[in-house]
């Protein structure tokens, strides 16, 4: 008899550990799958995203992420489009163009939605000190690199040029070609996107054995960019490492949703990023210290999904008019 009572509290145990499993198995077969487009799996800016999905997965119920190795913002947007990601990496400049239907997207906008900014992109106009160049202006006919080829800061600061009527003498190149020319002074520098709000490792490296000076825009030159080119920040950089404070143009990155995604998933999501203080800051050092939502709503430039908005609201901050969906 009492070896039966020990079989049944035996056969007990088996029975409610199979239901548990059962349960937790029956959760996650239920949980969303969300899929997260992201950049090369070479990008420090994936590494990022692949820390977000663990963060998620860790902090949201119900919700299953993945990341997706993509062509980053453009394919992303696109891929948002067509339902084959659910949010991913974009950089603000270019989603303000997607969901107004200008530039590469003219005639064809994507309705997206930004959950949020982690990192801001200064647009750093470098130049070797002793090319005796003070201001943007006093570029006009410098050999000068405008970018990396094919890069969005070409891009932009191509744009942002014309705007400003300067031409320059512009030398295209890769990386390595254009460190190697302003280095050896077969030009008077470029523009380099920072690491944040410091300089980038390519524009240290010439610093390390040639004098550099980094040129801001003047209040004229801000005033034009602010009213043309909506797509853009405007970025105050603070002293660092011997270079004076400065204003210039930039972008965030960050990520946005497909307009599919539920406010509630949405709320979730973004709770999660802009409460985590470790997990990002460990993958991708940028975010270390700063605020996520103050970021986010100091350079978004396209409409906030409706989660984001609760959550921003919550923590009581102000969103202003332009970044409320209509």
Known sequence: MKNGFRFAGRLALVVCAVGLAFSAGAAHAQAKKLLIGTTSSSSSHYGYFVA??????????????????????MDN????ERSQVDFGLVTTNVMHHANAGTGDFAGKP???????????????????????????????????????????????????????????????????????????????????SG??????????EIGTFTPIAVLGIDAAQKSKIMAAMPELSIVDVPADSGIPAYTTWGFGVGAAASSAMSEQTAYEIVKAVC?????????????????????????????????????FRERGLQVPDRLIAK
């Open 275 to 311: 409460e985590d203080k470790a997990t990002q800051a460990a993958a991708f050092a940028d975010v270390a210290g700063v605020d996520i939502a103050e970021m986010t709503i100091k350079y978004a430039a396209s409409p906030l999904h409706p989660g984001a908005v609760r959550y």
């Open 77 to 80: 947007l696109r891929r948002l």
């Open 52 to 73: 977000v999905s663990q963060l998620i997965n860790k902090n949201v119920t119900a919700v299953d992420t993945a990341v997706v190795e993509t062509g980053a913002t």
């Open 195 to 204: 690491a944040g709000l410091k300089l980038d490792a390519s524009t240290r």
């Open 110 to 192: 994507v309705a997206s939605r930004l959950l949020w900014i982690y990192s801001i992109a200064p647009q750093n106009t470098v130049v070797r000190k002793d090319s005796g160049v003070k201001s943007i202006a006093a570029l006009a006919g410098k050999k000068f690199n405008t970018g990396l080829k094919g890069s969005a800061t070409e891009k932009t600061t191509d744009a942002v040029f014309g705007l400003l009527g300067l031409k320059v003498d512009v030398l295209r190149g890769s990386t390595g070609e254009i460190v190697a020319a302003v280095k050896d002074n077969r030009a008077v520098g470029y523009v380099k």
